[in-house]
Protein backbone atom coordinates (compact mmCIF):
# COMPACT_ATOMS: atom_id res chain seq x y z
CA UNK A 1 0.00 0.00 0.00
CA UNK A 2 1.63 3.45 -1.10
CA UNK A 3 1.95 5.61 1.65
CA UNK A 4 1.15 9.09 1.44
CA UNK A 5 3.70 11.91 2.52
CA UNK A 6 2.37 15.52 2.04
CA UNK A 7 5.79 17.05 3.81
CA UNK A 8 7.43 18.34 0.90
CA UNK A 9 4.37 20.50 0.21
CA UNK A 10 4.94 23.47 2.63
CA UNK A 11 7.93 24.07 1.74
CA UNK A 12 7.52 24.02 -2.01
CA UNK A 13 4.46 26.56 -1.48
CA UNK A 14 6.45 29.79 -2.65
CA UNK A 15 7.88 27.80 -5.36
CA UNK A 16 4.27 26.71 -6.75
CA UNK A 17 2.93 30.61 -6.19
CA UNK A 18 5.30 31.77 -8.69
CA UNK A 19 4.08 28.70 -11.11
CA UNK A 20 0.41 30.13 -10.45
CA UNK A 21 1.69 33.33 -11.76
CA UNK A 22 3.31 31.74 -14.90
CA UNK A 23 -0.38 30.38 -15.30
CA UNK A 24 -2.29 33.43 -14.56
CA UNK A 25 -0.53 35.61 -16.61
CA UNK A 26 -0.91 33.31 -19.73
CA UNK A 27 -4.78 32.92 -19.01
CA UNK A 28 -5.23 36.49 -18.80
CA UNK A 29 -2.94 37.66 -21.92
CA UNK A 30 -4.89 34.83 -23.71
CA UNK A 31 -8.17 35.96 -22.54
CA UNK A 32 -7.27 39.69 -23.34
CA UNK A 33 -5.96 39.45 -26.47
CA UNK A 34 -8.02 36.34 -27.28
CA UNK A 35 -11.59 38.41 -26.98
CA UNK A 36 -9.89 41.37 -29.15
CA UNK A 37 -8.09 39.50 -31.65
CA UNK A 38 -10.94 37.00 -31.81
CA UNK A 39 -13.46 40.04 -31.61
CA UNK A 40 -11.63 41.69 -35.22
CA UNK A 41 -11.55 38.06 -36.85
CA UNK A 42 -15.47 37.76 -35.91
CA UNK A 43 -16.29 41.09 -37.49
CA UNK A 44 -14.27 40.30 -40.27
CA UNK A 45 -15.91 37.22 -41.21
CA UNK A 46 -19.20 38.36 -41.21
CA UNK A 47 -18.03 41.74 -42.66
CA UNK A 48 -19.31 40.76 -46.15
CA UNK A 49 -16.23 41.21 -47.68
CA UNK A 50 -14.93 38.29 -49.44
CA UNK A 51 -11.55 38.41 -48.81
CA UNK A 52 -11.18 39.59 -45.08
CA UNK A 53 -14.35 37.30 -44.53
CA UNK A 54 -12.06 34.41 -45.80
CA UNK A 55 -9.01 35.07 -44.74
CA UNK A 56 -10.52 34.88 -40.63
CA UNK A 57 -12.30 32.21 -41.66
CA UNK A 58 -8.94 30.19 -43.18
CA UNK A 59 -7.46 31.31 -39.86
CA UNK A 60 -10.11 30.13 -37.03
CA UNK A 61 -10.95 26.92 -39.33
CA UNK A 62 -6.91 26.26 -39.35
CA UNK A 63 -6.24 27.46 -35.75
CA UNK A 64 -9.36 25.00 -34.42
CA UNK A 65 -8.01 21.85 -36.22
CA UNK A 66 -4.98 21.76 -34.71
CA UNK A 67 -4.15 20.28 -31.36
CA UNK A 68 -3.09 23.55 -28.96
CA UNK A 69 0.13 21.33 -27.79
CA UNK A 70 1.36 21.58 -31.25
CA UNK A 71 0.50 24.69 -31.64
CA UNK A 72 2.63 25.58 -28.06
CA UNK A 73 5.67 23.62 -29.94
CA UNK A 74 5.60 25.52 -32.90
CA UNK A 75 5.72 28.49 -31.56
CA UNK A 76 8.92 27.89 -29.33
CA UNK A 77 10.42 25.87 -32.05
CA UNK A 78 9.95 28.01 -34.82
CA UNK A 79 9.07 31.91 -33.77
CA UNK A 80 11.70 32.79 -31.19
CA UNK A 81 13.58 34.80 -33.67
CA UNK A 82 10.45 36.92 -34.80
CA UNK A 83 9.23 36.98 -31.66
CA UNK A 84 12.56 38.62 -30.90
CA UNK A 85 12.75 41.05 -33.12
CA UNK A 86 9.30 42.14 -32.78
CA UNK A 87 8.94 42.50 -29.35
CA UNK A 88 12.31 43.61 -29.11
CA UNK A 89 15.30 41.27 -26.93
CA UNK A 90 14.49 42.71 -23.48
CA UNK A 91 11.26 40.14 -23.04
CA UNK A 92 12.66 37.96 -20.86
CA UNK A 93 12.06 34.33 -21.07
CA UNK A 94 11.47 33.11 -24.90
CA UNK A 95 9.71 30.21 -23.73
CA UNK A 96 7.20 32.34 -21.84
CA UNK A 97 7.10 34.66 -24.77
CA UNK A 98 6.28 32.13 -27.51
CA UNK A 99 3.34 30.74 -25.21
CA UNK A 100 2.03 33.90 -24.71
CA UNK A 101 1.49 34.33 -28.24
CA UNK A 102 0.83 30.36 -28.91
CA UNK A 103 -2.16 30.80 -26.18
CA UNK A 104 -3.45 34.32 -27.88
CA UNK A 105 -3.68 33.08 -31.53
CA UNK A 106 -4.68 29.47 -30.42
CA UNK A 107 -7.82 31.23 -28.04
CA UNK A 108 -8.54 34.04 -30.35
CA UNK A 109 -9.66 31.41 -33.21
CA UNK A 110 -11.89 29.82 -30.25
CA UNK A 111 -13.04 33.27 -28.86
CA UNK A 112 -14.00 34.36 -32.61
CA UNK A 113 -16.36 31.36 -33.24
CA UNK A 114 -18.36 32.43 -30.05
CA UNK A 115 -18.47 36.31 -30.43
CA UNK A 116 -19.40 35.53 -34.03
CA UNK A 117 -22.58 33.45 -32.89
CA UNK A 118 -22.96 36.36 -30.37
CA UNK A 119 -22.96 39.34 -32.95
CA UNK A 120 -25.47 36.92 -34.67
CA UNK A 121 -28.04 36.32 -31.78
CA UNK A 122 -28.42 40.18 -32.20
CA UNK A 123 -31.60 41.11 -34.35
CA UNK A 124 -31.09 42.12 -38.10
CA UNK A 125 -33.05 45.50 -37.54
CA UNK A 126 -30.75 46.85 -34.86
CA UNK A 127 -28.33 47.17 -37.69
CA UNK A 128 -30.46 48.80 -40.19
CA UNK A 129 -32.11 51.07 -36.97
CA UNK A 130 -28.41 52.33 -36.03
CA UNK A 131 -27.30 52.96 -39.58
CA UNK A 132 -30.83 55.06 -39.77
CA UNK A 133 -29.78 57.22 -37.38
CA UNK A 134 -26.77 57.94 -39.35
CA UNK A 135 -24.26 55.98 -37.82
CA UNK A 136 -21.65 54.41 -40.05
CA UNK A 137 -21.44 50.34 -40.34
CA UNK A 138 -18.47 50.00 -37.77
CA UNK A 139 -19.76 52.93 -35.51
CA UNK A 140 -23.17 50.64 -35.27
CA UNK A 141 -21.10 47.41 -34.73
CA UNK A 142 -19.39 48.95 -31.92
CA UNK A 143 -21.62 51.00 -30.36
CA UNK A 144 -25.20 49.05 -30.86
CA UNK A 145 -24.57 45.35 -31.75
CA UNK A 146 -21.23 44.23 -30.27
CA UNK A 147 -22.51 45.82 -26.73
CA UNK A 148 -25.39 43.68 -27.14
CA UNK A 149 -23.54 40.72 -28.37
CA UNK A 150 -20.97 40.93 -25.74
CA UNK A 151 -24.05 41.22 -22.74
CA UNK A 152 -25.23 37.62 -24.28
CA UNK A 153 -21.94 35.90 -24.65
CA UNK A 154 -20.66 36.61 -21.03
CA UNK A 155 -21.28 33.09 -19.65
CA UNK A 156 -19.87 31.62 -22.97
CA UNK A 157 -16.96 33.56 -22.60
CA UNK A 158 -16.21 32.85 -18.94
CA UNK A 159 -16.53 29.00 -19.96
CA UNK A 160 -13.75 29.25 -22.54
CA UNK A 161 -11.90 31.19 -19.85
CA UNK A 162 -12.02 28.36 -17.87
CA UNK A 163 -10.96 25.80 -20.39
CA UNK A 164 -8.42 27.97 -21.72
CA UNK A 165 -6.92 28.13 -18.06
CA UNK A 166 -6.68 24.61 -17.14
CA UNK A 167 -5.21 24.21 -21.34
CA UNK A 168 -2.23 26.14 -19.93
CA UNK A 169 -0.82 23.46 -18.21
CA UNK A 170 0.42 21.98 -21.39
CA UNK A 171 3.26 24.83 -21.78
CA UNK A 172 5.02 22.21 -19.54
CA UNK A 173 5.85 20.56 -22.99
CA UNK A 174 8.48 23.81 -23.85
CA UNK A 175 9.70 23.09 -20.32
CA UNK A 176 7.96 26.04 -18.67
CA UNK A 177 7.41 26.39 -14.75
CA UNK A 178 3.58 27.31 -14.77
CA UNK A 179 1.78 25.99 -11.90
CA UNK A 180 1.91 22.11 -13.26
CA UNK A 181 4.95 22.35 -14.38
CA UNK A 182 6.29 23.35 -11.03
CA UNK A 183 4.58 21.00 -9.19
CA UNK A 184 5.66 18.06 -11.28
CA UNK A 185 9.10 18.97 -11.10
CA UNK A 186 9.24 19.47 -7.01
CA UNK A 187 7.31 16.38 -7.05
CA UNK A 188 10.12 14.67 -9.54
CA UNK A 189 12.59 16.36 -6.98
CA UNK A 190 11.49 15.01 -3.87
CA UNK A 191 10.41 11.71 -4.91
CA UNK A 192 6.55 12.82 -4.16
CA UNK A 193 4.77 12.91 -7.72
CA UNK A 194 1.65 11.73 -6.89
CA UNK A 195 1.03 13.54 -3.27
CA UNK A 196 2.06 16.59 -5.99
CA UNK A 197 0.16 16.20 -8.51
CA UNK A 198 -3.16 15.12 -6.67
CA UNK A 199 -2.43 18.25 -4.80
CA UNK A 200 -2.37 20.58 -8.09
CA UNK A 201 -5.40 18.49 -9.16
CA UNK A 202 -7.02 19.84 -6.42
CA UNK A 203 -6.27 23.22 -6.65
CA UNK A 204 -7.20 23.56 -9.97
CA UNK A 205 -10.28 21.82 -9.30
CA UNK A 206 -10.97 24.40 -6.15
CA UNK A 207 -10.40 27.59 -9.04
CA UNK A 208 -12.12 26.08 -12.17
CA UNK A 209 -15.47 24.77 -10.32
CA UNK A 210 -15.69 27.85 -8.28
CA UNK A 211 -15.44 29.61 -11.41
CA UNK A 212 -18.16 27.61 -13.01
CA UNK A 213 -20.81 28.09 -10.16
CA UNK A 214 -19.79 31.65 -10.72
CA UNK A 215 -21.09 31.59 -14.54
CA UNK A 216 -24.07 29.57 -13.59
CA UNK A 217 -25.09 32.46 -11.43
CA UNK A 218 -24.28 34.99 -14.04
CA UNK A 219 -26.20 32.80 -16.22
CA UNK A 220 -29.32 32.94 -14.42
CA UNK A 221 -29.16 36.41 -13.70
CA UNK A 222 -29.09 37.10 -17.76
CA UNK A 223 -31.50 34.59 -18.62
CA UNK A 224 -34.10 36.87 -16.35
CA UNK A 225 -33.93 39.73 -18.34
CA UNK B 1 -40.18 70.86 -54.98
CA UNK B 2 -39.90 66.72 -54.87
CA UNK B 3 -38.13 66.21 -51.26
CA UNK B 4 -38.13 62.16 -52.64
CA UNK B 5 -37.89 61.44 -56.10
CA UNK B 6 -37.71 58.28 -56.75
CA UNK B 7 -37.07 57.21 -60.33
CA UNK B 8 -37.67 53.91 -61.95
CA UNK B 9 -35.91 51.87 -59.76
CA UNK B 10 -35.69 48.06 -60.13
CA UNK B 11 -33.92 45.72 -57.81
CA UNK B 12 -33.27 41.94 -57.83
CA UNK B 13 -32.39 39.53 -55.33
CA UNK B 14 -30.51 37.34 -57.24
CA UNK B 15 -32.86 35.73 -60.19
CA UNK B 16 -35.67 37.14 -58.25
CA UNK B 17 -37.21 40.49 -59.26
CA UNK B 18 -38.14 42.47 -56.14
CA UNK B 19 -39.05 46.15 -57.87
CA UNK B 20 -39.72 46.56 -61.01
CA UNK B 21 -39.57 49.50 -62.68
CA UNK B 22 -41.00 52.19 -59.48
CA UNK B 23 -41.16 55.78 -59.78
CA UNK B 24 -42.84 58.29 -57.59
CA UNK B 25 -42.03 61.31 -55.65
CA UNK B 26 -43.09 62.83 -52.19
CA UNK B 27 -43.32 66.49 -52.33
CA UNK B 28 -42.16 68.63 -49.16
CA UNK B 29 -44.45 69.06 -46.65
CA UNK B 30 -46.61 66.27 -48.32
CA UNK B 31 -48.17 62.50 -46.97
CA UNK B 32 -47.61 59.46 -48.95
CA UNK B 33 -48.75 56.16 -47.79
CA UNK B 34 -47.82 53.03 -49.39
CA UNK B 35 -49.96 49.74 -49.27
CA UNK B 36 -50.45 46.42 -50.80
CA UNK B 37 -50.84 43.20 -50.20
CA UNK B 38 -47.49 41.34 -48.13
CA UNK B 39 -44.45 40.49 -50.10
CA UNK B 40 -45.51 43.16 -53.06
CA UNK B 41 -42.38 45.33 -51.82
CA UNK B 42 -43.26 48.07 -49.96
CA UNK B 43 -40.53 47.54 -47.44
CA UNK B 44 -37.98 46.95 -50.08
CA UNK B 45 -39.38 50.38 -51.80
CA UNK B 46 -39.12 52.72 -48.57
CA UNK B 47 -35.70 51.01 -47.45
CA UNK B 48 -34.34 52.02 -50.87
CA UNK B 49 -34.88 55.42 -49.94
CA UNK B 50 -32.88 56.17 -47.10
CA UNK B 51 -30.10 53.06 -48.61
CA UNK B 52 -30.13 50.57 -46.57
CA UNK B 53 -31.17 48.60 -49.22
CA UNK B 54 -28.94 48.83 -52.32
CA UNK B 55 -31.00 48.88 -56.09
CA UNK B 56 -29.49 48.11 -59.23
CA UNK B 57 -31.13 50.37 -61.67
CA UNK B 58 -32.84 53.22 -61.57
CA UNK B 59 -32.17 56.91 -59.33
CA UNK B 60 -33.68 57.83 -56.01
CA UNK B 61 -32.73 61.35 -55.20
CA UNK B 62 -33.50 63.04 -51.69
CA UNK B 63 -33.53 67.02 -51.19
CA UNK B 64 -31.64 67.05 -54.67
CA UNK B 65 -28.59 64.17 -53.42
CA UNK B 66 -28.61 61.58 -55.87
CA UNK B 67 -27.98 57.76 -53.95
CA UNK B 68 -26.61 56.45 -56.80
CA UNK B 69 -23.70 59.02 -57.06
CA UNK B 70 -20.61 57.43 -55.51
CA UNK B 71 -19.65 60.95 -53.50
CA UNK B 72 -22.34 60.64 -51.34
CA UNK B 73 -21.77 60.85 -48.10
CA UNK B 74 -24.91 57.91 -47.13
CA UNK B 75 -24.39 58.34 -43.19
CA UNK B 76 -24.60 61.66 -43.32
CA UNK B 77 -27.67 62.05 -45.56
CA UNK B 78 -29.48 58.98 -43.50
CA UNK B 79 -28.82 60.99 -40.14
CA UNK B 80 -31.38 63.04 -41.99
CA UNK B 81 -33.69 60.93 -42.69
CA UNK B 82 -35.68 59.22 -40.10
CA UNK B 83 -36.98 55.87 -40.29
CA UNK B 84 -39.60 54.18 -37.63
CA UNK B 85 -39.47 50.64 -38.11
CA UNK B 86 -42.20 47.42 -37.72
CA UNK B 87 -40.42 46.25 -34.88
CA UNK B 88 -39.26 49.61 -33.05
CA UNK B 89 -36.09 48.67 -32.56
CA UNK B 90 -34.81 50.67 -29.99
CA UNK B 91 -31.40 50.02 -28.39
CA UNK B 92 -32.08 47.79 -25.68
CA UNK B 93 -29.07 48.29 -23.56
CA UNK B 94 -29.66 52.13 -23.35
CA UNK B 95 -32.26 53.68 -21.55
CA UNK B 96 -34.34 55.73 -23.29
CA UNK B 97 -33.01 59.21 -22.57
CA UNK B 98 -29.43 57.42 -24.11
CA UNK B 99 -31.75 55.56 -26.84
CA UNK B 100 -32.62 59.61 -27.36
CA UNK B 101 -29.54 61.28 -27.54
CA UNK B 102 -26.71 59.10 -28.72
CA UNK B 103 -27.23 59.20 -32.24
CA UNK B 104 -27.69 63.76 -31.87
CA UNK B 105 -24.17 63.33 -29.95
CA UNK B 106 -22.52 61.06 -31.56
CA UNK B 107 -23.68 61.53 -35.09
CA UNK B 108 -24.83 65.29 -34.84
CA UNK B 109 -21.89 66.63 -32.45
CA UNK B 110 -24.37 68.01 -29.96
CA UNK B 111 -23.56 68.60 -26.86
CA UNK B 112 -24.66 67.00 -24.31
CA UNK B 113 -27.06 69.48 -22.39
CA UNK B 114 -28.50 69.94 -26.21
CA UNK B 115 -28.75 66.60 -26.48
CA UNK B 116 -30.71 65.99 -23.26
CA UNK B 117 -32.91 69.23 -23.77
CA UNK B 118 -33.68 68.30 -27.09
CA UNK B 119 -34.49 64.34 -26.14
CA UNK B 120 -36.33 65.69 -22.88
CA UNK B 121 -38.66 67.73 -24.74
CA UNK B 122 -39.37 65.07 -27.31
CA UNK B 123 -40.40 62.66 -24.80
CA UNK B 124 -42.69 64.89 -23.30
CA UNK B 125 -44.47 65.45 -27.10
CA UNK B 126 -45.22 62.13 -27.12
CA UNK B 127 -46.48 61.68 -23.27
CA UNK B 128 -43.36 59.76 -22.06
CA UNK B 129 -41.40 61.74 -19.97
CA UNK B 130 -41.39 60.13 -16.87
CA UNK B 131 -40.01 56.89 -18.66
CA UNK B 132 -36.79 58.59 -19.23
CA UNK B 133 -34.59 56.42 -17.61
CA UNK B 134 -36.12 53.08 -17.88
CA UNK B 135 -34.88 50.37 -20.88
CA UNK B 136 -37.30 49.77 -23.74
CA UNK B 137 -37.67 46.04 -22.24
CA UNK B 138 -39.74 48.27 -19.38
CA UNK B 139 -42.12 49.63 -22.23
CA UNK B 140 -45.28 48.73 -23.62
CA UNK B 141 -45.04 48.27 -27.35
CA UNK B 142 -46.84 51.58 -28.02
CA UNK B 143 -44.60 53.18 -25.85
CA UNK B 144 -41.41 52.14 -27.44
CA UNK B 145 -43.02 52.77 -31.04
CA UNK B 146 -43.62 56.61 -29.66
CA UNK B 147 -40.02 56.68 -27.97
CA UNK B 148 -38.52 55.52 -31.21
CA UNK B 149 -40.76 58.48 -33.62
CA UNK B 150 -39.19 61.11 -30.84
CA UNK B 151 -35.42 59.36 -31.40
CA UNK B 152 -36.15 59.83 -35.13
CA UNK B 153 -37.34 63.33 -34.64
CA UNK B 154 -34.31 64.44 -32.41
CA UNK B 155 -32.31 64.29 -35.42
CA UNK B 156 -34.00 66.85 -36.92
CA UNK B 157 -34.84 64.72 -40.03
CA UNK B 158 -35.82 66.57 -43.33
CA UNK B 159 -38.79 64.13 -44.05
CA UNK B 160 -39.44 60.24 -42.32
CA UNK B 161 -40.25 56.59 -43.30
CA UNK B 162 -42.61 54.52 -41.83
CA UNK B 163 -42.63 50.81 -42.58
CA UNK B 164 -45.41 49.29 -40.49
CA UNK B 165 -45.56 51.09 -37.56
CA UNK B 166 -48.20 50.24 -35.60
CA UNK B 167 -48.53 46.43 -37.17
CA UNK B 168 -46.78 45.01 -34.28
CA UNK B 169 -48.62 46.63 -31.97
CA UNK B 170 -51.62 45.13 -29.86
CA UNK B 171 -54.37 46.64 -31.29
CA UNK B 172 -55.16 48.79 -28.04
CA UNK B 173 -52.22 50.32 -28.34
CA UNK B 174 -52.27 51.31 -32.19
CA UNK B 175 -54.30 54.39 -31.83
CA UNK B 176 -51.57 55.98 -29.45
CA UNK B 177 -48.95 55.86 -32.13
CA UNK B 178 -51.01 56.89 -35.23
CA UNK B 179 -51.83 60.33 -32.81
CA UNK B 180 -48.48 60.98 -32.94
CA UNK B 181 -47.70 60.45 -36.35
CA UNK B 182 -51.18 62.64 -37.66
CA UNK B 183 -49.91 65.74 -35.29
CA UNK B 184 -46.38 65.32 -37.28
CA UNK B 185 -48.52 64.88 -40.20
CA UNK B 186 -50.62 67.86 -39.19
CA UNK B 187 -46.88 69.79 -38.45
CA UNK B 188 -46.09 69.85 -42.15
CA UNK B 189 -43.21 67.26 -41.86
CA UNK B 190 -42.69 65.13 -45.23
CA UNK B 191 -43.56 61.36 -44.91
CA UNK B 192 -43.69 58.26 -46.57
CA UNK B 193 -45.55 55.89 -44.75
CA UNK B 194 -46.12 52.02 -45.27
CA UNK B 195 -49.01 51.29 -43.40
CA UNK B 196 -52.62 49.67 -43.90
CA UNK B 197 -54.07 51.54 -41.49
CA UNK B 198 -56.96 53.47 -44.14
CA UNK B 199 -57.96 55.88 -41.49
CA UNK B 200 -54.81 57.39 -41.11
CA UNK B 201 -54.69 57.66 -44.90
CA UNK B 202 -57.79 58.83 -45.08
CA UNK B 203 -56.96 61.80 -42.53
CA UNK B 204 -53.95 63.04 -43.45
CA UNK B 205 -52.20 61.08 -46.65
CA UNK B 206 -52.21 63.25 -49.76
CA UNK B 207 -51.59 60.24 -52.19
CA UNK B 208 -51.76 56.65 -51.70
CA UNK B 209 -49.29 54.41 -53.70
CA UNK B 210 -50.56 50.73 -53.78
CA UNK B 211 -48.11 47.99 -55.12
CA UNK B 212 -48.06 44.64 -56.39
CA UNK B 213 -45.79 42.29 -57.50
CA UNK B 214 -42.70 44.80 -56.84
CA UNK B 215 -44.51 47.43 -59.29
CA UNK B 216 -46.29 50.54 -58.38
CA UNK B 217 -49.88 49.94 -59.43
CA UNK B 218 -51.62 53.30 -58.55
CA UNK B 219 -50.63 56.29 -57.35
CA UNK B 220 -53.11 58.63 -56.98
CA UNK B 221 -54.69 61.26 -54.64
CA UNK B 222 -56.21 59.81 -51.77
CA UNK B 223 -59.99 60.54 -52.64
CA UNK B 224 -59.52 59.40 -56.36
CA UNK B 225 -57.88 56.07 -54.24
CA UNK B 226 -60.50 55.47 -52.25
CA UNK B 227 -63.34 57.13 -54.20
CA UNK B 228 -62.38 54.84 -57.57
CA UNK B 229 -59.43 52.68 -57.48
CA UNK B 230 -58.03 51.99 -61.30
CA UNK B 231 -56.87 48.65 -61.04
CA UNK B 232 -58.44 45.59 -60.39
CA UNK B 233 -56.08 44.67 -57.42
CA UNK B 234 -56.01 47.54 -55.49
CA UNK B 235 -60.15 47.18 -55.41
CA UNK B 236 -59.59 43.73 -54.23
CA UNK B 237 -57.50 44.66 -51.95
CA UNK B 238 -59.71 47.92 -50.59
CA UNK B 239 -62.70 45.63 -50.19
CA UNK B 240 -60.37 43.39 -48.24
CA UNK B 241 -58.63 45.57 -46.22
CA UNK B 242 -62.05 47.83 -45.64
CA UNK B 243 -64.28 44.99 -44.74
CA UNK B 244 -61.46 43.90 -41.86
N1 LIG C 1 -33.00 39.49 -48.28
C1 LIG C 1 -33.89 38.98 -49.16
N2 LIG C 1 -33.51 37.99 -50.01
C2 LIG C 1 -34.38 37.48 -50.89
N3 LIG C 1 -35.66 37.87 -51.01
C3 LIG C 1 -36.10 38.84 -50.20
C4 LIG C 1 -35.24 39.44 -49.23
N4 LIG C 1 -35.95 40.37 -48.55
C5 LIG C 1 -37.19 40.35 -49.09
N5 LIG C 1 -37.28 39.43 -50.06
C6 LIG C 1 -38.47 39.17 -50.88
O1 LIG C 1 -38.82 40.33 -51.54
C7 LIG C 1 -40.24 40.46 -51.62
C8 LIG C 1 -40.65 41.79 -51.09
O2 LIG C 1 -40.38 41.87 -49.71
P1 LIG C 1 -40.81 43.11 -48.82
O3 LIG C 1 -40.38 42.83 -47.44
O4 LIG C 1 -40.35 44.35 -49.45
O5 LIG C 1 -42.40 43.01 -48.92
P2 LIG C 1 -43.50 43.85 -48.15
O6 LIG C 1 -44.40 44.42 -49.19
O7 LIG C 1 -42.86 44.78 -47.20
O8 LIG C 1 -44.30 42.72 -47.37
P3 LIG C 1 -44.93 42.72 -45.91
O9 LIG C 1 -46.27 43.36 -46.03
O10 LIG C 1 -45.04 41.28 -45.58
O11 LIG C 1 -44.00 43.46 -45.01
C9 LIG C 1 -40.81 39.28 -50.85
O12 LIG C 1 -41.23 38.32 -51.79
C10 LIG C 1 -39.66 38.78 -50.03
O13 LIG C 1 -39.77 37.39 -49.87
MG1 LIG D 1 -42.78 44.92 -45.10
Redesign the pocket.
Known sequence: MYEFDWSSIPGAIPLLLKGMLITLEISAVAIVVGIAWGTVLAVARISGVGILSKLAALYVNLFRSVPLIMVILWFYLITPELIRAIFGAGIGDIRLASALVAFALFEAAYYSEIIRAGIQSVPRGQMSAGLALGFTPGQTMRRIILPQAFRNMVPLLLTQAIILFQDTSLVYVIGLSDFFGTAYKVGDRDGRLVELLLFAGLVYFVICFTASRIVKRLQARYAID | MQLIEIQNISKW??E?Q??TECSTSVAKGEVVVVC????????????CVNAL?PFQTGNITVNGISLSDKKTNLPKLRSRVGMVF?NFELFPHMTIIENMTIAQEKVLGRSKEDALTKGHALLKRVGLVEQTNKFPGQLSGGQQQRVAIARALAMDPMCMLF??PT?ALDPEMVNEVLDVMVALAEEGMTMMC?T?EMGFARKVANRVVF?DR?RIVEDAHKDEFFGSPRSERAQEFLSKILSH
Open positions: YGFVLGPSGSGKSTLIKEQDESVHMG
